[in-house]
């Protein structure tokens, strides 16, 4: 581990400073560090600290710092460029955990004034009540961030009619390389003369700018130089021909330096605040068709008719990517549009303000493509369906890294662009190269606007590999120019295409870009070593070649992902668990509340990653940094379904504590917590003696100290019985009709603390009609599981598949009432059970349900009705588990809650409630637990009137709603329980 360099002075720029700066050899500190290494490319160089600005003052004394210091600057936002933008040996100043405000809007002349942090899809639902937006649309927009946008001149999906984010910045507030504040922005003659007089570094600027762009040798250049004019998508270089189109040159534009600084990649000047150009929202009707093809080639002719028909989008998916939504837990739902096994979908979208000139409009493309016998279906997609479509489509980058092996989807010739009439041809010629180079590689994205993103299949930890990394975009270089297209259409030059800038425009091109790096940035500062001189592409990969195996025997099976290793490799760095709570989803719930990276699944794969790839002792989990990385973590399994790669850090987790147990010892907190059934089961011998020594201050506190857990919580009171007492002293009542059993899993909450439900649901299912059955069986082994105690949660896995065993033949189903018991069937133990009871695991987790799927089915077959509840009206609130949303759906306790007639009920988009199990008892965790819930779900709650229901089906859900509103929250069976007629 690089130790930070001694002879910066980053205590003093610590004092001074009101955000927050890591640096230290600290365990946190490095994690910090760790975490930054990365973005979304394929390098990796650990910075030498990370600052956290939490005001434009700080951008001024970080920026003088290093100025001082000499010590590179790597601005830095949502970080998920593709090119290294954001990687380097420098300070990374992260803007996107405090500097996200809107600042401004005004209505009459349609623009905003923003801090660089705020996401796109943030300041859009923001704009939503001014009816206005800001156009450009990256696949990543629910957690790209107006900063890196600026930077890499972001495009999108709709850039055909909204352009780039270049054509929208109309001014910005920037520290200049020296320290000094400056305000670019258009320009008049006036204005200009007066930016040309100005004394200081700024003045400078404009007058060696002005100079260069004046010079008739410099225009001829760059205007020979520089991709064709019909290349809508042009991101290599500095944009010195945009800037060409004004006035002082010829031009009609308005001179103005913010069309050069988009898409300079932070290496010009630090942004604090952008004033943005907004539009009318869109056009309220949109149809999205979704062109079948047989053929990439057949998708790009259709492209080029979609073109004439005036789309506001023309998106292409391949076969590649939409076999791997086939068996994906988000992206199956949204692939309810596709007909049969093509090879490529096209996606063109068409708005209107009236439904009938939209559909008009598409079944006029449509008739031409039939007429031209182009594709085989054309489904019409309206409503919310379009978005489901849409996000089948923005998965695409992350969704490849699910392919099995070390040779890996790159980054490398994605971000070629040409004019879209010239696109079949330079696809053609494309394939052609890649054929000879025996690479296989899958396609999609911005067909209308001459843009496939091709990500070629290569090993990067093989030296064949790394010789075919840099042959394949020397050799694709030469096919763009051919074309005279542009190697970066919308992710820049980064650290990956700078090098090919002198191939591509010409040696005076590219001397003009490092002419105008050195004009605004002379000691060569600000992000250095991206566009101009940047280091060698084939350079400080994330993975080192032939990387030997780590000698730790794991816990988990890992057979499925290809080791421990390959799960954390999966991470592509696409950043979607950097989404906010206004997104919806649960991933990740902790970086909802804290914004801060270090907190992110991506982070905890990547620092584990790095130490597992480095250190392959047998100690290669005993690393606090990976305990740093690992600690916010609420093991939500909202990875395991959000996350495009399926990188699931809950698993990773629990493995890494149970490897670090061992080397340290269990925690007596960890241990008390993990076998929580157990003295569960001695306490509730003297039940009332337990609940009242709970509530005496003294005692209480102490075992609150003992277990560390946070004064604000109360442990879970014990029932006067348990649940198998109840049931084995009333016995078994038969099923009404023959066939009608099923065999309850009493799980270990169940049956000490939420007795009374447990009741109300053998009780329901009876009077329903139905047979229940408790069989033997012991817990479930999910307080060990949370706890990182794999080989405790292992032999219990084991004992419960041995003696459930007698019940797996029959056809009655296994349900359970709370969700992280019953779902562990389904998911931890196919990788805890050896390998001899694999197959009745399977068949275990085949018959497992929770009781909301079992009584949703049986109410789709008719078998439960309306007629047998009251027809009283309800309205009921429902939060869905973590676990329930990742491994099931809250869609089944929507359906069996509106059985009953007048009962309405409605799901809160709420993530996750931030207890997690003993996560949010922990007096360490206690603050981001209530964080987590005061994001959505406890608004929601306290919004609702006293007569409305609150259904959870989580017994920590119910008590973190009850601990941060004050309201009782239900599970849904005792809500259909109470509506039996």
């Known amino acids: 581990m690089q130790p930070a360099s001694p002879h910066y ?57 290093c100025r001082d210091a000499e010590l590179p600057m790597i601005p830095r936002t949502a970080g998920t460029s593709l090119a290294g933008q954001v990687v380097g040996n420098g300070l990374v100043i992260d803007l996107s955990r405090y500097m996200n405000a809107l600042l401004e809007v005004n209505k009459e002349e349609k623009w905003v004034r923003v801090q660089p942090g705020i996401e796109r899809d943030v300041l859009n639902e923001l704009l939503l009540p001014y009816g206005l937006f800001f156009g450009p649309e990256t ?138 150009n907004l539009l009318e929202l869109p056009p309220k009707e949109k149809g999205l068709v979704c062109v079948h093809c047989s053929s990439l080639k057949e998708s790009l002719l259709v492209n080029l008719v979609a073109i004439k028909h005036g789309c506001y989008a023309s998106e292409l998916v391949d076969d590649v990517i939409l076999s791997f939504t086939k068996n994906h837990r988000e992206q199956q739902k949204n692939r309810f549009f596709i007909e049969g096994d093509p090879a490529a979908l096209l996606m063109i979208e068409f708005m209107e303000q009236e ?16 007429s031209l016998q182009l594709g085989y279906a054309y489904p019409l997609l309206t409503g919310s369906s379009i978005n489901k479509a849409w996000d089948l489509r923005k998965a695409g980058l992350g969704l490849l890294r699910n392919i099995q092996g070390d040779a890996q989807p790159v980054n490398l010739i994605e971000d ?96 003009l870009c490092k002419e105008t790096k050195t004009i605004f940035d002379p000691k060569q500062l600000f992000n250095p070593g991206k566009i101009t001189d940047a280091p060698p592409m084939d350079a400080a990969f994330r993975m080192p070649a032939k990387p030997a195996a780590t000698k730790v025997a794991t816990h988990f099976n890992f057979d499925r992902e290809g080791g421990i290793l390959a799960l954390a490799e999966k991470c592509s760095g696409s950043g979607d668990c950097r989404k906010t709570h206004r997104a919806g989803g649960t991933m990740c719930p902790s970086y909802m509340a804290t914004r801060f990276e270090k907190d992110t699944t991506r982070a905890r794969a990547n620092v584990l990653r790095q130490f597992l790839t480095t250190d392959t002792s047998a100690k290669a989990f005993d690393h606090k940094e990976i305990h740093a990385a690992m600690d916010l973590c609420l093991s939500c399994k909202g990875c395991k379904a959000e996350c495009p790669s399926s990188v699931d850090v809950s698993k990773l987790k629990a493995e890494f504590l149970q490897q670090y147990y061992e080397l ?9 917590i993990g076998e929580f059934p157990a ?18 201050g003294i005692f209480s506190k102490s075992l609150k100290k003992i277990l560390h857990m946070s004064e604000h919580r109360e442990l879970p009171a014990l029932y006067k019985f348990t649940l198998k007492e109840w049931a084995g002293k009333r016995g078994t009542k038969e099923a009404k009709e023959a066939g009608r059993r099923v065999y309850f899993f009493c799980d270990e909450f169940t049956n ?67 969700p992280s018991a019953i779902l562990s069937f389904r998911d931890e133990y196919l990788d805890l059970v050896p390998a001899s009871l694999l197959e009745q695991a399977k068949k275990l987790a085949a018959k497992s349900f929770l009781v909301e799927e079992f009584l949703a089915r049986e109410a789709a077959s008719g078998r439960i009705g309306p007629a047998q509840f009251h027809s009283d009206k309800k309205e009921i ?27 309405v009920a409605t799901a809160v988009n709420s993530g996750c409630c931030g207890m997690a199990g003993s996560f949010g008892y922990d007096k360490e965790h206690y603050e981001v637990s209530m964080q987590i819930g005061e994001l959505v779900l406890f608004p929601a709650v306290r919004k609702q009137s006293a007569n409305t229901l609150i259904a959870a089906s989580g017994t920590s859900c119910r008590h973190q709603i009850k601990d941060g509103t004050g309201r009782v929250a239900m599970h849904p069976v005792e809500i259909l329980y109470d509506a039996l007629v």
Not at 43 to 62: F, G, H, N, S, T
Not at 183 to 207: F, M
Not at 420 to 433: A, K, R, T
Not at 679 to 696: E, I
Request: charged letters at 25%; a negative charge; hydrophobic letters at 40%.
């Open 877 to 903: 609130i429902v939060h869905g588990h973590c676990h329930q949303k990742a491994l099931s759906s809250v869609s089944y306790v929507m359906d069996i809650l509106s059985i009953p007639a007048n009962y």
């Open 139 to 276: 696949s990543t927009s629910n957690r790209a961030m107006i900063g890196g946008m600026i930077g890499n001149n972001s495009c999108g999906l709709h850039s055909m009619v909204w352009g780039a984010t270049r054509d929208h910045v109309l001014e910005l507030k920037v520290i200049l390389s020296n320290g000094e504040e400056a305000v670019v922005g258009a320009l008049d003659a006036a204005g200009l003369e007066s930016k040309l007089a100005k004394p200081g570094l700024e003045g400078d600027i404009y007058r060696a700018m002005h100079q260069l762009l004046g010079d008739e040798a410099n225009q001829a250049a760059i205007k020979e130089g520089y991709p064709a004019q019909k290349v809508v998508r042009r991101n290599s270089g500095y944009a010195l021909d945009a800037l060409l189109d004004a006035e002082p040159y010829g031009g009609s534009a308005s001179f103005n330096l913010c069309r050069l600084i988009a898409g300079s990649e932070g290496t010009l000047a630090m942004i604090s605040e952008a004033k943005l």
């Open 679 to 696: 003295l569960t089961a001695l306490a509730s011998k003297f039940p009332g003696v337990y609940n009242w020594s709970m509530k005496q």
């Open 416 to 511: 070629c662009a040409v004019a879209p009439e010239d696109l079949p041809h330079y696809i053609e010629d494309l394939q052609e190269l890649l054929n000879s180079m025996n690479l296989k590689a899958s396609y999609y994205a911005h067909a209308g606007a001459g843009e496939l993103h091709v990500e070629p299949l290569i090993n990067l930890k093989s030296e064949e590999g790394r010789v075919q990394f840099r042959e394949l975009l020397a050799r694709t270089a030469a096919i763009v120019k051919k074309y005279k297209g542009s190697l970066s259409g919308e992710h820049g030059d980064g650290r990956l295409r700078g090098e090919f800038i002198p191939f591509m425009m010409g040696d005076r091109c590219y001397e």
């Open 9 to 65: 002075s980053f205590n003093t720029l610590q004092a001074s400073l009101s955000g927050d700066l890591y640096f230290d050899d600290s365990s946190e500190h490095r994690a910090v560090r760790m975490a930054y290494a990365t973005d979304a490319s394929v390098y990796q160089e650990l910075p030498i600290a990370v600052a956290l600005p939490r005001e434009e003052a700080d951008l001024v004394k970080l920026v003088t710092f």
């Open 664 to 672: 340290h010892g269990v925690p007596l907190k960890a241990r008390l």
């Open 752 to 818: 000490y603390n939420d007795v009374e439900t447990g009741i109300k649901c053998i009780e329901l299912l009876e009077r329903l009609g139905y047979e229940v059955i408790l069989p033997k069986h012991i817990e479930s082994g999910r307080t060990h599981l949370s706890k990182g105690m794999v080989k405790r949660a292992k032999e219990i896995a084991t004992k419960n598949v041995q003696l459930l065993e007698p019940i797996l033949a029959d056809d009655y189903p296994i349900i359970g009432l709370e």
């Open 355 to 370: 439904v009938e000139p939209m559909k008009v409009k598409a079944a006029a493309f449509i008739d031409e493509l039939k």
